[in-house]
């Protein structure tokens, strides 16, 4: 049976009440009312798509407001009730209010307008400001043209550009196992600054801290410029020198820069600490899923939109990962049917937030380490969840 619209209900049942009162009964009785929910849905996922879908309607509404209380009214108002509204009366105030202008401030003098007159709101001249286009959920988003920047640098095998570019990222609205952004996703201030600062058309490698893996109660997106020379003072840059061809950009930056320079606050990178990292010689931060990874070009004058490209294999498929801290230590390619059996099984534990079986895990990999690991790497998504890039381009255009 299908759920019960608002108008429908508040037509029956909630016709009587306030407003405010009306939707918080419909909410708790209607969308979140006791129901049985199903394994590849549960409560908790339908409460954060409800949370995320009336941020997104609040919103839409708040720009909506702003356009329709920006818009001036086209009809002129009289300055009183005792005159007439018709055409002569507009016309005695026009040239009224001329007369005064001109007596104020000398014979021959032009009445104020602002200095850049691009769209005429009756007799006032109001600058317009183009804005970014919205986000039409494809792997490549923005002004294409400018990715021809990437094409001159050195062999990436993150950076994938084809001609499908009509192609969008499927929702993970419904997914088991897909990391959730958090209420809040920001640029620091000195990043921002040289972001702001830099040449139009430059390019850019994207990083996206995932703050549920980190401990943290937002994300944070950090943009590195790629420059031919560091200029004093410039902190957010790489040297094109310092890519090297057929390797990843991202992963190349995470394991040697930011490992070096670890935030304080940050105490495990989902489950490891630093010192683990550092000890483990075959795990990279770059392994512990805790970055998404894009590339991006700034937009150049003449067009607000810059273009960012969603693929980077070299994070994303760790992030979209899933991770367990009873992984057998051993190939997969040396299980035997009765192992990898126990092993698919605590995939699908890890990947719907289950505890894994124990009991079976012992009885298959007897006297085998269990370590923390992720699961699923090759065949996980090398592009951002669409619920990401979504955020990622509100983020970056509302500056």
């Known amino acids: 049976m299908a759920t019960k619209s608002f108008r429908d209900w508040l037509s029956e049942r909630g016709r009587n009440q306030p407003i405010e009162k009306a939707r918080s009964a419909y909410i708790n009785s209607i969308l979140f009312k006791s129901r049985s929910y199903p394994p590849f849905y549960p409560r908790v996922q339908a409460k954060q798509d409800f949370d995320e879908a009336f941020a997104t309607m609040l919103d839409e509404f708040a720009e909506t407001l702003d356009k329709r209380l920006s818009k001036r009214s086209e009809v002129p108002q009289p300055s009183d009730g005792k005159k007439g509204s018709g055409t002569d009366s507009g016309k005695n105030q026009d ?6 202008s001109t007596s104020k401030s000398g014979g021959g003098a032009k009445p104020f307008t602002t200095s850049n007159p691009q ?8 600058a317009k400001k183009d804005k970014p286009a919205p986000y039409n959920n494809k792997v490549e988003y923005g002004n294409l043209a400018l990715r021809t920047v990437f094409v001159r640098m050195p062999k990436n095998p993150d950076l994938v550009m084809k001609t499908d570019t009509e192609r969008e990222i499927s929702s993970d609205a419904t997914l088991w196992g897909i990391v959730r952004p958090s209420r809040v996703m920001n640029i620091s201030k000195e990043n921002l600054k040289e972001f702001e600062e830099a040449d139009p058309g430059t390019p850019w490698l994207g990083f996206l801290r995932i703050g549920r893996r980190v401990g943290l109660e937002e994300d944070r997106i950090a943009l590195i410029q790629i420059v031919q020379s560091i200029s004093p003072g410039l902190k957010f840059v790489v040297p094109v020198k310092e890519l090297i061809a057929g390797d990843p950009w991202h992963q190349y930056w995470l394991n040697r820069k930011f ?4 935030e ?12 683990a990292l550092k000890k483990e010689k075959t795990l990279r931060l770059t392994d512990t899923g805790s970055f998404y990874g894009f590339f991006m070009v700034k937009a150049i004058d003449s067009d607000p939109n810059h273009y960012i490209n969603f693929r980077c294999a070299s994070l994303n498929q ?3 990962a899933v991770f367990s801290d009873v992984v057998p230590d051993v190939p997969t390619a040396k299980m035997s049917r009765e192992q990898l059996m126990a092993f698919r099984n605590l995939t699908e534990a890890a990947r719907g937030g289950f505890s894994p079986r124990m009991k079976e895990i012992e009885q298959h990999f007897p006297d085998i380490k269990l370590r923390r690991a992720a699961l699923e790497v090759e065949t ?11 955020a990622v381009v509100d983020t970056i255009n509302k500056f």
């Open 318 to 320: 760790y992030a979209n």
């Open 119 to 126: 769209e005429k709101d009756g007799n006032t001249i109001v």
């Open 380 to 390: 996980a998504s090398k592009k951002l969840p669409l619920s990401w890039a979504k």
């Open 264 to 275: 304080p606050k940050i105490k495990t990178w989902n489950g490891w600490n630093l010192d």
């Open 95 to 100: 040239q009224s209010d001329k007369d005064q």
């Open 259 to 262: 490992a070096a320079k670890a």
